[in-house]
């Protein structure tokens, strides 16, 4: 990868604004894979260097900005809201699939215009591959490790695009919302970039190679690493790769292929690339991120109207950006009157920023728009506050999935999945270990649930933490793109950093210095400056210092001690750290639905329940320094070789079954629990 051009800035000042811009970095039109050695058996993906997107943060005028292949990361609000300055052509279709185990392809010249794909098969985007034949996949009693979910390596998608004439004079990105595990994209043969991380968007910039007035080739080659060499052998052969995220087999499902929306964007040359909003103290501060990708400079006005219900009035601004340059405008608006947004009253608004011509008012340019929610989040007197009021997190950590469609969900699906936290009466949900598509958020944010996010850093291992923190970046890209992407989110409060990765000994340098770095990524981004918290395997963890919030997942009375140990074990966290919160990020046991039995027998529902009662009672009573608690987990969820293939790999931890949703007896106990009055 090229060494991005030297930032050159200069600040203007007007009368009612201020905006500072920076030089847009430079982009390698091919990627640099560095000279690693690929396995015959199994395939592993190359990498380079450093992560292939080049995310890093500029400072811009006062404000850090998050870059990705040479541009600003802009906002992926095209798949449910079309600016009406912009033209969107969705890619969610039919496109044509092949699968490459042998890595065949690019030799054959599969990403080419010409090559002739009638005899491929085809598949629906968004899918996950996973689910293109795998008989009885949501099935308990199904045969282990037979069809497509099994089939890892490259896979090729292809389709064609009618171009339009009149896209000659705009910026083109072509921008996906996940691609798993990783992707590279082509257009008429000409390589755009690759993208790494199964569940993060992410937009490349079409340049020099979009032909508008045409019909172009559009080729993406999607990547998954086997999880194991042998998925039926007794003790399977675990397949790892260090530069990953996971890097080796973890307990969830990893689904492959373009599971999420795609579509092509075309924007003006002089765009609004993202519009960042935090309202609190009865104050808007929205910053606008615009990108000038013309050869001259732009002087102009920027309109911030805070939305209908806020009670503020539009403020304009100057907005002058030199030519092949990204800025900043910085907007403070008073929002006096503003309805708070909370659980209780979930009340959002509506930004939008418009972009005009001129010094005058002269022809509208650009707009964009966002939601957001007035709140303020703060800890203090070891309790997590909103709005000055202390928090308790009833929550349920819950992964992204149905046996119908994998990873690649229907809103149907979301609304019905969620929707079992309205019911249960819980406000607050974790996005166990990677990121989820928008709608979840929006959701959240609509429904008034809290939300913790995480990104994809589960298990690492010393080796690996050392590598990403010193070298390869992608977990820090990780941390970056969850803050930026999801940073006008009122629900969002909490920034997960890793779940049960190791710790080093000798005080820990290794594990302090990588959680150092997605602590420092992440506040870097973020204007409203939300607590930073990680799942630890431990409550010892020689880290915790650097948390806001001390998170730690347990298992007493299940895979160690006694269900008793919990209430000291959280005296002696509080007693060491007696201004932090904590938080209990996982806890939870199993049970096959339809067993029933004594409390004191493994597998029952009773058990389950029993358990869940006894952790709860523990921590609700030291509600005082205890911030919440988040059963693990909602729904029975699928995993890969090594776990539960007596199951065809279903855990049986949930609240509910995988296939059915059908409750178990914790389900009850759980809503009786949290919501003791049954409101």
């Known amino acids: 990868m090229t060494e991005s051009i030297p930032p050159s800035r200069r600040t203007v000042v007007a009368a009612i604004g201020a905006l500072g811009f920076v030089a847009l970095p430079a982009w390698p039109a091919t990627a640099q894979d560095a000279n690693t050695p690929v396995l015959e058996t199994p395939v592993l993906d190359t990498h380079p260097a450093t992560e292939p997107s080049g995310t890093h943060v500029r400072d811009v005028g006062g404000t850090n900005v998050v870059f990705q292949y040479g541009a600003v990361l802009p906002a992926f609000d095209g798949w449910r809201t079309h600016e009406p300055t912009r033209d969107y052509l969705s890619l969610d279709r039919k496109w044509r699939f092949r699968f490459d185990p042998a890595d065949q392809g690019l030799d054959e010249g599969w990403q080419l215009a010409h090559h002739d794909d009638r005899a491929w098969g085809r598949i629906d985007v968004p899918a996950a591959w996973d689910l293109l034949d795998t008989p009885g996949f949501g099935s308990q009693d199904a045969p282990f490790a037979k069809g497509t979910a099994f089939s890892d390596g490259y896979a090729w998608y292809r389709t064609t695009v009618d171009v339009p004439a009149s896209w000659r004079a705009r910026h083109i990105r072509i921008a996906f919302l996940a691609a798993g595990y990783s992707a590279e994209v082509w257009l008429d043969g000409r390589h755009l970039g690759k993208h790494e991380g199964a569940n993060s968007p992410f937009a490349l910039p079409v340049a020099g190679a979009l032909r508008p007035g045409t019909r172009q080739t559009l080729a993406v080659r999607v990547f998954r690493r086997a999880s194991y060499t042998d998925y039926t052998a007794a003790a399977p052969q675990p397949v790892t790769d260090d530069h990953e995220l996971p890097y080796k087999p973890v307990d969830y499902w990893p689904y492959a292929g373009l599971t999420r929306s795609a579509w092509i964007e075309a924007v003006p040359q002089v765009t609004i690339a993202k519009l960042l909003v935090a309202g609190a103290g009865g104050r808007l501060d929205a910053r606008a991120v615009v990108e000038n990708r013309s050869d001259v400079d732009f002087d102009g006005r920027l309109t911030l109207d805070p939305g209908r219900g806020s009670g503020g009035r539009p403020v ?35 930004a939008r920023a418009t972009l005009t011509a001129g010094r005058h008012f002269g022809p509208r340019v650009d707009t964009l728009s966002t939601r957001y929610g007035v709140r303020e989040l703060s800890i203090s007197d070891a309790q997590l506050k909103l709005d000055g009021k202390p928090l308790f997190l009833k929550g349920l950590n819950w992964h992204e999935e149905t046996a119908a469609h994998g990873r690649a969900m229907t809103p149907a699906e979301y609304d019905r999945e969620l929707g079992h936290l309205t019911r249960l009466g819980a406000n607050f949900v974790r996005n166990c270990v990677y990121n989820r598509h928008p709608y979840v958020y929006d959701w959240a944010d609509e429904h008034g649930v809290l939300v913790m996010d995480d990104i994809d850093t589960m298990w690492l291992n010393t080796a690996q933490e050392k590598l990403q923190t010193e070298r390869y970046g992608l977990a820090r890209a990780l941390a970056l793109t969850m803050a930026w992407n999801q940073h006008n989110h009122p629900s969002v409060i909490l920034w997960g950093l890793q779940n049960e990765s190791e710790i080093d000994t000798g005080g820990a340098p290794v594990y302090r210095a990588w959680l150092a770095d997605l602590k420092a990524a992440v506040k870097a981004v973020d204007l409203t400056a939300r607590p930073v918290t990680w799942a630890s395997n431990t409550s010892n963890d020689p880290a915790f210092d650097l948390a806001d919030v001390i998170g730690f997942n347990e298992y007493f009375g299940y895979f160690y001690g006694k269900d008793a140990d919990l209430g000291p074990t959280l005296d002696a966290v509080h007693a060491k750290y007696p201004d932090k919160p904590i938080l209990i990020t996982e806890n939870g046991t199993w049970a096959i639905a339809g067993t029933h039995g004594p409390a004191t027998t493994q597998g029952t529902e009773e058990w389950q329940a029993s358990s869940f009662t006894a952790h709860w009672a523990q921590v609700t009573a030291r509600s005082a320094f205890v911030a919440g608690f988040t059963y693990w987990v909602l729904k029975d969820y699928k995993q890969r070789a090594g776990y539960n293939q007596d199951y065809n790999g279903i855990s049986v931890m949930g609240l509910v079954t995988f296939t059915e949703e059908r409750p178990k007896l914790v389900y009850d106990v759980f809503r009786k629990a949290v919501n003791p009055r049954g409101r």
């Open 316 to 350: 304009v601004v100057a907005a002058r950006i030199a030519a092949r340059s990204a800025g900043v405008v910085r907007v403070p608006v008073p929002v006096p009157h503003a309805p708070r947004w909370s659980p209780a009253a979930p009340h959002l608004l509506t």
